[in-house]
Every structure is written in structure tokens, then in C-alpha cells.
């Protein structure tokens, strides 16, 4: 009963955030540093009445990796939403959830981690999916490619500054900070690229940490009522939703080198989810 409850909390979660993307598109002539503002500043409402309601401290107390966590995430995102400038977002939001492979290779150095054959082998497989999408098909933009790339990197090492927080700090004080971070960046960065929105696009705009926030809220509570290889690989429905939607709402054409490429990249880390899983 509560693998099923899990189940739906995913399919709710993916969906959020798959609309989120899907706003971010819809919003192509607003530049990344507004969204990044608006996405954050929406998502800090959400927050601060978490904590204030339960009475949770705001300071955290892994200050020091906190703030990192806030400005490694920052980083990650803004990169993320000037990628969707250039890529269908089906194969930007793909292109992200590489950030597994690059947290295992930095949990090697940082955390003094290993890596099995067989996740080496998965990670393989997932980066012959990226090779695909640059190699054979011509009409990936190469500079929007580099810049889903430095955002997966730089969102593996969101991965590996949560994982030394560890349970020293509550999960919402963690987003709280990345929220507040992510509001003065974006907000500072605005400041000489702001584009005013027209009529819906306010409402669209502060939509996205509603989407933001109800994605992060969900999939929160499926890994609190299930085991992590039980819904771990529902997040990559996330691609599958975003896809339709974007051939769709948005007319975005998937060649079969597209959509090998990111069945590849999905199916590598879906599998090391699962080899993961079986390994405790």
C-alpha cells in the first residue's frame, strides 16, 4: 500500500516539474536570470511558512555548506534554464539528470567513495546517449548542449554538499537557503538584463516555484514511504512527460538520434538506480 502511495506521489511530483519545464519554454523571451529570480522568490512563500509554522530555526547549522549548497544550486539552475534557449526541453531536462554520473565521480575524491564495474559500465552507457545526441543529430545546438552540461555538473555537486550537511539540517532550511541564495543572485543579475513581462506572464512567472515547490514536495514524501530503489527511477518520468509536452504545446521535432540518445542516457542511470538498490 504504501509502494502505491509512493507511486502516486512520483507520478505528481514528475508532473510539477515537468509543467515547470514546460513554463520555462513558454517563457523563451524572458532571460534565465528573471526566471531564476521568479522561480526562487515564488518558492521562498513556501518555505519560510514551513518553518515558521514548525517552528524550525532559519540559520541552519552547517552554515559554511549551506551557503555553498546554495550557490553550487544557483549555478546549476541558471545554466539549466539558458540551456532551454537552445534545446528542445525534452533532451535539456535528459541532459540534466546526468548529475548522478558526476556526483559518483566527484563522491570518489570528496567522500572517498567506490565505484562498481557495473556502475561504470551504466555510466558508459548514459554518456554513448550524450555522444548520440552531438554526434548524429545536426540540429542539437552545441552551445546549448555545453550549457546542460556545466549545469549537471555543477548539480552533481549539489549532490555531494548534501551529502556532508547530512541530517545535521532540516531538508527545507537546506532549500530554504538555496531559495533565498538563488532570489539575490538572480534578482542582482536581473537588474541590467530585465525584460518586463506582459499580462499572463506574471502569473506564469510565479508559477514556476509553485511548480517548483509542489515537485520537491512530492517526491519528498515518496522517498519518506518507500525504499529509494522503488521510486528513485520514477524521477526520470519527469523526460517522458516533458517530451510530450514539448512536441505538443511547443511543435518540438525529436529525431530517432534524440530519442535513442536520451533512452540511452535514462536507461544507464535508471539502471544504476536499480544496481545501487540491489547492492545494500
Not at 30 to 59: C, D, E, G, H
Request: with cysteine.
Amino acid at each position: 500500500m504504501e509502494v502505491k502511495r509512493a507511486i502516486k506521489f512520483m507520478l505528481i511530483s514528475t508532473l510539477a516539474f515537468a509543467c515547470m519545464n514546460a513554463t520555462v519554454k513558454h517563457l523563451l523571451h524572458i532571460n534565465a536570470y528573471q526566471i531564476v529570480f521568479f522561480r526562487s522568490i515564488s518558492s521562498l512563500v513556501f518555505t519560510f511558512t514551513f518553518l515558521l509554522k514548525n517552528k524550525i530555526p532559519f540559520v541552519g547549522n552547517k552554515k559554511r555548506l549551506l551557503v555553498i549548497r546554495g550557490f553550487v544550486g544557483v549555478t546549476s539552475m541558471t545554466f539549466f534554464f539558458m540551456s532551454t534557449k537552445y534545446l528542445p526541453i525534452g533532451t535539456a531536462v535528459s541532459l540534466r539528470y546526468m548529475a548522478p554520473i558526476f556526483a559518483a565521480i566527484f563522491a570518489i575524491f570528496l567522500l572517498r567513495e567506490k565505484i562498481k564495474l557495473w556502475q561504470w559500465f551504466f555510466f558508459a552507457m548514459a554518456f554513448a546517449g550524450v555522444l548520440i545526441l552531438k554526434g548524429f543529430d545536426a540540429e542539437l545546438n552545441g552551445y546549448g548542449l555545453l550549457l546542460a552540461f556545466i549545469s549537471a555538473i555543477f548539480s552533481g555537486l549539489v549532490y555531494i554538499t548534501i551529502s556532508k550537511i547530512g541530517k545535521d539540517d532540516h531538508p527545507v532550511v537546506i532549500v530554504n537557503y538555496f531559495m533565498i541564495i538563488s532570489t539575490i543572485v538572480g534578482g542582482v543579475l536581473s537588474i541590467n538584463n530585465w525584460i518586463t513581462p506582459k499580462s499572463i506572464e506574471w502569473l506564469l512567472l510565479f508559477g514556476l516555484g509553485v511548480f517548483g515547490y509542489f515537485g520537491q514536495l512530492f517526491m519528498t514524501k515518496a522517498f519518506q514511504i518507500a525504499k529509494t530503489n522503488q521510486v528513485a527511477p520514477l524521477k526520470y518520468l519527469e523526460v517522458i512527460y516533458t517530451v510530450l509536452l514539448g512536441v505538443f504545446i511547443f511543435s518540438e521535432v525529436y529525431t530517432f538520434w534524440s530519442l535513442l540518445g536520451i533512452a540511452l542516457i535514462i536507461g544507464g542511470l535508471v539502471l544504476n538506480i536499480l544496481y545501487k538498490g540491489k547492492q545494500k
